[in-house]
């Protein structure tokens, strides 16, 4: 069993912490999420990535405060720095891989927030001693959360939408026709998870399409008009890619903790109808 908890309290638990206590993280949790990076190195397509944990200083503190995805970070004790090859499928990796380190950190009871940005030439960059092929698309701030959200937490909060998601009917579909819970059968819960996972500005672009009479999920993008062109502009990475890796992620765990055995691909089935509005990523190819 990867954590101590299921993976579906976990998701469920997860929240993006902005406001922290000076509360020192405790050695022996400092080293179990250490060991848990350095070995949480591939992604589903193959790319590597890897990720260092570190103290926050008073200079890393301070370069929060040009983040725009999710606003200020107050206080936090530490930092997963995470970087990736500059390889195709590179950001559904890193977003799978640094999900699951933000879940391993959840199930040791620590804050994250995911916080996506431009890092290229920062002092995170520096700290991991990124390499010129490597690219370093997010970080996360860890500590212990305040007992209470703070007034500018609760408005980014808000503002965001981050207590709500969207229902089923708008996320997973069975051809161009929603998805019921039980035409999913064993992969409800799979699916539940991906519909409760973050996401930048919770747009929740995942696309999710079941083949009929057959345990075979295509996941596509939903995208937002002008919002690659925009990250592209100010630099930042294509956040909408991490997003679809983090889906990955919460899909893959929760079939598995529940004996769904299968496997990615990359084949688009080209099924036409509402996929030609969509970015086709993988496909699930259920095995049991």
Known sequence: MLFHKPVADIIRQRKSIRSY???????????ALKKFLSTNTTGPFGTKSRFVFITANAQDKESLKGLI???????????????VENTPHNLEDFGYLMEKNILMATDLELGTCWLGGTFSSSRYAQKINLNK?????????VGYAVSKMKVMDSVIRGAS????????????????????????????TPLEMVRLAPSA???????IIKEPNADIYHFYIKR??????LQK???KSDLQRLDIGIAMCHFELAA???????????HDPRLGGMTGKLDYTASWIGSH
Do not use: C
């Not at 939408?161 to 708008?170: C, E, I, L, S, Y």
């Open 133 to 141: 092929n490597e690219v370093l698309p997010a970080v996360t701030p």
């Open 69 to 83: 995805t999710y606003g200020m970070i107050k206080n936090p004790m530490g930092f997963i720095i995470g970087a």
């Open 21 to 31: 206590t000076d509360e020192p993280i405790e050695e022996e949790k400092r080293e």
């Open 233 to 235: 502009f100010v630099g």
């Open 256 to 266: 598995d903790e529940h004996g769904l055995k299968g496997t990615w691909k990359v």
């Open 161 to 188: 939408g981050a207590d709500n998601r969207k229902p089923w009917n708008q996320l997973f579909f069975s051809n161009d026709k929603p998805l019921s819970t039980e035409e999913a059968g064993d992969y409800a």
């Open 224 to 229: 937002k008009p002008a919002l690659k062109q």
């Open 201 to 207: 500005n919770n747009f929740q672009p995942w696309r």
